[in-house]
């Protein structure tokens, strides 16, 4: 990965916890809950509060404190957020980021033939079905005339 592309990566992340972040309620929550996906993505190890607080919290005029790992472990504990609305949450940004390009990803990989070569080959199937239901039409009116006319003395 390039330091561009990781560059935007952390952009786009960013951008997806300011999306999440209303959902854990005060500002101080807020603050930890980007604290605590930070730790879970990019800390190595064991993911605890402490190590993650510890790498990723936010420096105070004493630096990063035991009080920033206390803060995290209130974060983890304590909150009052529901994960009914972090999981619509999810079900939303899956729905409007991934199944698109699942889909693209879909029709490239199992329908390799153009939109306007699926849409001939349909409408030619259709003209085809056509035909045919008019073939048996005629055939049918033509029974029943043939009918009424052996039936005539």
């Known amino acids: 990965m390039t330091t561009y592309e990781l560059r935007a990566t952390a952009r786009e992340l960013t951008q997806l916890h300011h999306r999440f972040a209303p959902l854990f309620g005060r500002k101080e929550a807020q603050a930890q809950s980007l604290v605590y996906l930070n730790g879970l993505l990019l800390a190595s190890g064991r993911k605890s509060a402490e190590p993650m607080a510890l790498a990723f ?49 879909y029709v490239r990989a199992f329908a390799p033939k153009s939109a306007i070569a699926v849409k001939a080959e349909a409408a030619g199937d259709l003209d085809k079905r056509m035909r045919e239901l008019q073939e048996q039409l005629d055939a049918l009116k033509k029974q029943t005339k043939d009918g009424k006319q052996s039936a005539k003395p």
């Open 57 to 105: 919290g936010q420096a105070d005029d004493e630096g990063i404190s035991q009080n920033q790992v206390l803060a995290l472990q209130r974060f983890l504990t304590y909150s009052p957020w529901s994960a009914q609305d972090v999981q619509r949450e999810v079900q939303t940004v899956f729905a409007q980021r991934l199944v698109p390009s699942m889909l693209v990803a």
